[in-house]
């Protein structure tokens, strides 16, 4: 088996509002890849990552990672989290509220371990200044990215990330994108995320999975799964009416209605005789047009 696979599949019944649901998943990660995990609110997303993280049981299946079985049903295997080299950030943070920034993150290290590293990830969520506050005193997105920094402490092997930068504003979310895409080239670890944010999906994830009712529906790379072939699928495109026009640091910033809301969009600076305010246009979402963003 290759170093490191995560390697899923499992069967559980979901206890959901509307009755029992079934949740069928097979899932492979590559050692050191980026996976999305998207789809509806309550297809199973959380409960995956749980699964994963052995916070949740499933009824049937197996989950490994490389050549050691965290679950294994069959025979009744199931190592415990704290045995899974794992960092994870949940919806709820789950910061320990009697602790300090720096305590909730030194609580997470291993004894003996060097604690320069706290201090480094204190730097890079830029939440030094703050280190001496308890949670109570920070705002949603400062506890999400302590939330953030704790998973990051102990150099995990799997990092699961149930929408992470989601309280962020726009600013701070990229730069923890871009934290986590360096850091995760330095450490090699592999990373699940949950998140609706299409931007993020095409600037992180080599692989999505697209889960609906306890299924995935969709997988590949967010090119496949975003921009199939077919030219008539309108799910590969972004339809909108440009409202206004601004050019900002030699590029064009368009606000845009965009199914019945107003977003904004980044776009390489000679679109700008294209980009007149009246227009409809038809943007097509690729990693092969970079420039091209979608920013709020
Ligand atoms: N341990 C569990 N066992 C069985 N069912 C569960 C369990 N945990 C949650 N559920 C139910 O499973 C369904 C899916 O929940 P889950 O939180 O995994 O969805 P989700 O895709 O993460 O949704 P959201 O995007 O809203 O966070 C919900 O109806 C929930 O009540």
């Given at each position: 088996m290759s170093d490191k696979l995560l390697d899923i599949s499992i069967r559980h019944t979901l206890q959901t509002a509307h009755g029992i649901l079934p949740m069928e998943v097979s899932l492979r990660a590559e050692k050191g890849s980026i996976v999305a995990i998207t789809g509806p609110?309550?297809?199973?997303?959380?409960?995956?990552?749980?699964?994963?993280?052995?916070?949740?049981?499933?009824?049937?299946?197996?989950?490994?990672?490389?050549?050691?079985?965290?679950?294994?049903?069959?025979?009744?295997?199931?190592?415990?989290?704290?045995?899974?080299?794992?960092?994870?950030?949940f919806q709820d943070y789950a910061l320990f509220p009697h602790l300090s920034v720096r305590e909730n993150l030194l609580f997470a290290l291993k004894k003996g371990d060097n604690?320069?590293?706290?201090?480094?990830?204190?730097?890079?969520?830029?939440?030094?200044?703050?280190?001496?506050?308890?949670?109570?005193?920070?705002?949603?997105?400062?506890?999400?990215r302590v939330a953030l920094a704790r998973a990051l402490v102990r150099k995990p092997d799997l990092l699961l990330l149930d929408e992470p930068l989601s309280s962020l504003d726009h600013r701070m979310r990229l730069h923890l994108q871009e934290y986590l895409?360096?850091?995760?080239?330095?450490?090699?670890?592999?990373?699940?995320?949950?998140?609706?944010?299409?931007?993020?999906?095409?600037?992180?994830?080599?692989?999505?999975?697209?889960?609906?009712n306890g299924?995935?529906?969709?997988?590949?790379?967010?090119s496949e799964v975003y921009l199939p072939e077919n030219e008539n699928n309108d799910q590969l495109a972004i339809y909108g009416e440009?409202?206004?026009?601004?050019?900002?640091?030699?590029?064009?910033?368009?606000?845009?209605?965009?199914?019945?809301?107003?977003?904004?969009?980044?776009?390489?600076l000679h679109w700008h005789s294209e980009m007149l305010p009246g227009r409809s246009?038809?943007?097509?979402?690729?990693?092969?047009?970079?420039?091209?963003?979608l920013i709020s």
């Open positions: 609110s309550g297809a199973g997303k959380t409960t995956l990552l749980r699964q994963i993280a052995g916070l949740v049981i499933p009824d049937f299946g197996h989950i490994k990672f490389g050549n050691v079985i965290w679950q294994n049903t069959d025979n009744k295997i199931f190592q415990s989290p704290q045995l899974r080299n794992i960092g994870f950030v604690e320069d590293i706290v201090d480094e990830l204190l730097t890079s969520v830029e939440l030094t200044q703050l280190a001496d506050r308890k949670p109570h005193q920070l705002s949603g997105g400062q506890q999400q895409l360096k850091l995760q080239k330095y450490l090699g670890f592999t990373m699940l995320i949950v998140t609706h944010d299409l931007g993020e999906i095409f600037r992180m994830a080599n692989q999505v999975f697209v889960l609906e299924k995935i529906s969709k997988q590949g790379s967010p440009v409202l206004s026009c601004t050019i900002m640091d030699d590029h064009l910033i368009i606000s845009a209605l965009i199914q019945q809301s107003v977003r904004k969009i980044k776009l390489p246009f038809v943007l097509r979402y690729s990693m092969d047009i970079p420039q091209i963003e």
